[in-house]
């Protein structure tokens, strides 16, 4: 059965592949399931039928046959068990991958997060000049930590994972900061992450669409 995602009709990031529906498309591609994708505006977003999807009214969201999932780390994580590819089969190697999808999510996230709100809607605010290095520093705290553990190493753990996905996924938010390039490690990692042919075509996926909605 081909799944459905959501996705925004016009993304505000201009298809440079930074809302979330970009990760599941990539694991998508990734494990070569084909899917289509359900384009939504923002009010569209609010409306009950997509409430009954998402609690939240976002995106992204999964449909497949009677199952409805939302939360870009859940959907990943479904993509990743039911289809070989993206977690190992080795029982141990399988949890620290999904570790490593959980530190995305949980420990990386939120700060990067932090400073990309901070950066769009805090600038006017008096404080905005204060609070700017403190949340700066807490990005750059884990990335310093990350940047020490993938060391040279390739991926986090071994080949290629959903673990790798979701991080990497996280860091490329940072990539117009500037932080990332003060860690040449991190940096290559996100780039080896971008070269991959299925995050290329699920790139190239969301870019059709911010230039199709460009055009109307
Ligand atoms: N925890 C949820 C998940 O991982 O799925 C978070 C989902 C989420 O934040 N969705 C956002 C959304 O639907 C889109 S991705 N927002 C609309 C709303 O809440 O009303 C976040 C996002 C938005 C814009 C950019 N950008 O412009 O660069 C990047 C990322």
């Known amino acids: 059965m081909t799944p459905t995602i959501t996705a925004f009709e016009r993304s505000p990031d201009s298809g440079k592949g930074l809302a979330r529906d970009m990760r599941v498309r ?17 009010k569209a977003m609010k409306e009950p039928a997509h409430l009954a999807l998402h609690p ?5 969201t999964y449909e497949e046959g009677d199952l409805a999932l939302f939360e870009s780390g859940a959907i990943v994580f479904h993509i990743a068990e039911r289809h070989a590819g993206l977690l190992p089969d080795d029982v141990n190697a399988r949890a620290r991958a999904i570790t490593w999808m959980f530190a995305a999510l949980s420990t990386m996230e939120p700060p990067v997060i932090d400073l990309a709100f901070a950066r769009l809607l805090e600038r006017d605010e008096a404080w905005y000049e204060q609070r700017l290095p403190v949340v ?23 080949p290629f994972s959903a673990g790798d996905l979701m991080m990497a996924s996280v860091l490329l938010r940072l990539k117009a900061s500037g932080l990332l390039d003060q860690y040449p490690n991190l940096s290559a990692y996100v780039a080896r992450g971008e070269a991959r042919p299925a995050y290329r ?5 969301q870019l059709a669409v911010f230039t199709a909605a460009s055009r109307t």
Do not use: M, N, T
């Open 26 to 42: 990539w694991a998508l591609e990734e494990v070569g399931q084909p899917y289509d994708v359900r384009l939504l505006s923002f």
């Open 136 to 158: 700066e520093e807490r990005v750059r705290k884990r990335l310093s930590e990350l940047s020490g553990r993938l060391g040279d190493a390739e991926w986090l753990d071994g």
């Open 201 to 205: 075509r699920a790139f190239e996926a």
């Open 56 to 60: 939240f009214g976002q995106i992204p």
